[in-house]
């Protein structure tokens, strides 16, 4: 059965630091993808990334970016010079090729980014 | 592009009343989603359809919860008769289905706030 964990329920930080939100995950399928998906205060569900498990490269966007480990079965975002704009609940999440479209999502992790 | 559209926002309700939440995909989106979102349990998936075709219902907590799909672009979530622990955030999400159905990314609508009183 798929699962994924966010252990960090709650993060607070000033503004202009990093932070770095974990994610691990559970399949037995060798074929699978990663999502995470941002959560703002106003209460939508928005797409940031999709990473399938055959590419372990890492990926930059703008301040955001992903480090996807196989190995120890994690797919942590990090937010660089973080603004208080990014404060939201940011969720992690799984789907496999045999489960057919269903997505399972982790906790979510609350992140406060303080002025 | 409009995203997907869910109505209405907010649905303030009585128990034992009928609740119809409402969502409008992606137009061109072959799949269509019903989460729930609750502090206890989270994001789960309720249902999602295929070409209208309910595909996996597995999610849909009781026989109260119903959900439709008459057309490509109209699917409804009913739930009768509604109960205080109902209350919930409900989303509707849509995805392509161009690739593999598990690959394709799920869009969210801004999603639905069912308060049961």
């Known amino acids: 059965a798929q699962k994924v964990t966010q252990a960090q329920t709650e993060i607070s930080v000033v503004e202009k630091e990093d932070v770095t939100l974990d994610c691990v995950y559970e399949?037995?399928?060798?074929?699978?993808?990663l999502f995470w998906y941002k959560q703002p205060p106003s209460g939508e569900l928005v797409f940031l990334i999709r990473?399938?498990?055959?590419?372990?490269q890492n990926e930059i966007s703008g301040r955001y970016s992903w480090n996807f480990q196989k190995s120890t079965s994690s797919f942590n975002f990090t937010i660089t010079a973080s603004q208080v704009v990014d404060s939201a609940v940011y969720f992690c999440?799984?789907?496999?090729?045999?489960?057919?479209?269903?997505?399972?999502f982790g906790e979510g992790t609350q992140l406060t980014v303080n002025p | 592009d409009a995203g997907v559209i869910q109505s209405p926002r907010h649905e303030v309700t009585e128990m034992g009343q009928e609740v119809t939440l409402r969502c409008k995909p992606i137009s061109g989106h072959d799949y269509l989603f019903w989460y729930r979102q609750t502090m206890m349990r989270g994001l789960e998936l309720l249902i999602y359809?295929?070409?209208?075709?309910?595909?996996?219902d597995s999610g849909m907590p009781e026989d109260r919860f119903s959900a439709k799909m008459p057309n490509a672009s109209f699917s409804t979530l009913k739930i009768q008769p509604s109960e205080p622990r109902d209350s919930a955030v409900y989303f509707c999400a849509s995805a392509s289905g161009t690739l593999n159905p598990s690959t394709d990314t799920q869009y969210f609508g801004p999603g639905t706030r069912l308060t049961v009183l």
């Open positions: 399949t037995r399928d060798t074929t699978y993808y």
């Open positions: 359809f295929n070409n209208n075709v309910p595909i996996d």
């Open positions: 990473r399938n498990s055959f590419d372990e």
């Open positions: 999440a799984l789907s496999e090729t045999t489960s057919g479209s269903r997505l399972t």
